[in-house]
T-cell receptor, first 115, second 111 residues
């Protein structure tokens, strides 16, 4: 069974540019999460989708970040315009139906470098 | 104050040693607790859930003290392959899937 896949694995962009990260969750997983790890800091929650609906977006840093999950399948996270402090590793995770099902499967992450 | 606090280490131990990691959390309403393992430049992977009664999985034992808001992980008979960062993770109320991560404790097991 395929795991959570993320694309690209690495992205290097200049400040002010736009970047779109993609996550394909495990098939059948209704819950999809985005997390971010900035260098030297802990992994932090960004947002949570249940199917195509945003269940919790309390961790989104500001309105330069836009997450979508059209059709409740894959998700994209767009950063526009990117700033230096957006650099970090962006992880996507998915889990089966219901938040009580607690085992999250993480993708291998997208390393974003904003220069 | 961070919501989940861990000693970052690193802990350098010889093979066969027993090592313990501790973690404290600030939100007394937290419902679920986990230890994740993260290898260098890899994604976090669930190592084990932590239950109030304490639980064991092979060489790994996890304990939870709700009164002290304290979680521990004990690794017995350390192997070289145990070298990794161990993340203490807390989930809030049952209505949210949001996980709160500690910064992680780095373990290096040496021959």
């Amino acid at each position: 069974e395929a795991g959570v896949t993320q694309f690209p694995s690495h992205s290097v962009i200049e400040k002010g540019q736009t970047v779109t990260l993609r996550c394909d969750p495990i098939s059948g997983h209704d819950n999809l999460y985005w997390y971010r790890r900035v260098m030297g800091k802990e992994i932090k929650f960004l947002l949570h989708f249940v199917k195509e609906s945003k269940q919790d977006e309390s961790g989104m840093p500001n309105n330069r970040f836009l997450a979508e999950r059209t059709g409740g399948t894959y998700s994209t996270l767009k950063v526009q315009p990117a700033e230096l402090e957006d650099s970090g590793v962006y992880f996507c995770a998915s889990s089966q139906h219901g938040v009580r099902y607690e085992k999250l499967f993480f993708g291998s992450g997208t390393q974003l470098s904003v220069l | 104050r961070k919501e989940v606090e861990q000693d970052p280490g690193p802990f350098n131990v010889p093979e066969g040693a027993t090592v313990a990691f501790n973690c404290t959390y600030s939100n007394s309403a937290s419902q679920s607790f986990f230890w994740y393992r993260q290898d260098c430049r890899k994604e976090p992977k669930l190592l084990m859930s932590v239950y109030s009664s304490g639980n064991e999985d092979g060489r790994f034992t996890a304990q939870l003290n709700r009164a002290s808001q304290y979680i521990s992980l004990l690794i017995r008979d350390s192997k070289l392959s145990d070298s990794a960062t161990y993340l203490c993770v807390v989930k809030g109320s049952s209505n949210t899937g949001k996980l709160i991560f500690g910064q992680g404790t780095t373990l290096q097991v040496k021959p």
